[in-house]
């Protein structure tokens, strides 16, 4: 069974672009969840969808925003890029059959890099 | 609201001794208990959960936790660590009525030769 997969593994962006990250879950999986991981904060919900519906939404700026497909992939888009949006960003699946109890399973990441 | 504190940021420890990592959490409701290990440029991978039941949860790579009520802790466990052990690790919670997971900030733990 394919784990979840994220595309691009890694990318560098100027401040001010924008940027789109992908996400394929694991086959089955319903549920995705996006986290910023970084050094100083360690890791952060972004966001959870499930059957292409925002779920949950963590503390950050509206320029941090994603939605999922019908087949359950899910992208995160982060528009006017800061410096400080430098981060691996973690793609997480889930069954969420169980409330709180279901396993996530975690995607490589994606290494973004603002100049 | 959910809160989770690993109380130690790094710990190095000789290869073969035993380690304990530290994890407390703050919750006004029910919670599901999770630690995950992060090799470099890789993404987290589940060692343990506590759901119910028993309170003392074995995991995989010889890892176990054991749950503390009273405490609010969940701290991880291993008799006798390994190189290969070094990773960075993290203590999570989730509520029962959602799929939300509250992170602490990690463990970096290095075993020395």
């Known amino acids: 069974k394919a784990g979840v997969t994220q595309t691009p593994r890694y990318l560098i962006k100027t401040r001010g672009q924008q940027v789109t990250l992908s996400c394929s879950p694991i086959s089955g999986h319903r549920s995705v969840s996006w986290y910023q991981q970084t050094p100083g904060q360690g890791l952060q919900f972004l966001f959870e969808?499930?059957?292409?519906?925002?779920?949950n939404k963590g503390n950050f700026p509206g320029r941090f925003s994603g939605r999922q497909f019908s087949n359950s992939r899910s992208e995160m888009n982060v528009s006017t890029l800061e410096l400080g949006d430098s981060a691996l960003y973690l793609c997480?699946?889930?069954?969420?059959?169980?409330?709180?109890?279901?396993?996530?399973?975690f995607g490589e990441g994606s290494r973004l890099t603002v100049l | 609201a959910q809160s989770v504190t690993q109380l130690d940021s790094q710990v190095p420890v000789f290869e073969e001794a035993p380690v304990e990592l530290r994890c407390n959490y703050s919750?006004?409701?029910?919670?599901?208990l999770f630690w995950y290990v992060q090799y470099p440029n890789q993404g987290l991978q589940l060692l343990l959960k506590?759901?119910?039941?028993?309170?003392l949860v074995k995991g995989i790579n010889g890892f176990e936790a054991e749950f503390n009520k009273s405490q609010t802790s969940f701290h991880l466990r291993k008799p006798s660590v390994h190189i290969s052990d070094t990773a960075e690790y993290f203590c999570a919670v989730s509520v029962f009525s959602g799929n939300q997971f509250y992170f602490g900030t990690g463990t970096s733990l290095t075993v020395i030769p």
């Open positions: 969808y499930f059957s292409e519906t925002q779920r």
């Open positions: 919750s006004s409701v029910s919670v599901y």
């Open positions: 997480a699946s889930s069954l969420r059959t169980s409330g709180g109890a279901g396993e996530l399973f």
């Open positions: 506590y759901l119910s039941g028993s309170t």
